[in-house]
């Protein structure tokens, strides 16, 4: 989210045309799907493993390596089909090269937040559903 943002601060601080920003806001929009998609392949085999009884810890270790190869292939095919695009487009393509640079930054930053981010967001609000259910099922058992 802090990439989104800093995306789009940058887009109006420079002195261009009203068009690049508004045509870079394209770019963000189409880099959250792109960067979704892998904290999504992340997130579903953690979860898998961990209904096959496999303690989280484990399973987070075990599928980070796993997911990576599918994670970076996508983004780098992206990646290099994109920098044509961003920094020598052809004649007529120059108006796309705002998206183009857009998702250069910030998917190459995103998917390095995504290999490291998700896999620790997913032990926090693990561990905080965990002790809020302890929390609730200890009140639940007082009250009855």
Do not use: C, W
Request: cysteine-free.
């Amino acid at each position: 989210m802090i990439i989104y943002i800093k995306n789009i601060s940058d887009l109006f601080k420079t002195k261009t045309k009203i068009l690049r920003p508004l045509v870079s806001i394209l770019g963000i929009i189409i880099l959250s799907g792109i960067d979704v998609a892998g904290a999504i392949l992340l997130i579903d085999l953690i979860l898998t493993k961990r209904r096959q009884k496999i303690p989280r810890d484990v399973a987070i270790r075990e599928v980070a390596p796993i997911r990576l190869k599918p994670i970076l292939m996508t983004v780098i095919i992206t990646l290099v089909m994109i920098i044509r695009l961003a920094f020598f487009p052809d004649t007529g393509m120059d108006a796309y090269s705002p998206i183009a640079t857009v998702i250069l930054g910030g998917l190459s930053i995103s998917t390095l937040l995504t290999l490291i981010v998700i896999p620790v967001m997913h032990s926090v609000v693990d561990d905080g559903t965990q002790l809020f259910s302890r929390i609730f099922k200890k009140q639940y058992i007082r009250k009855h």
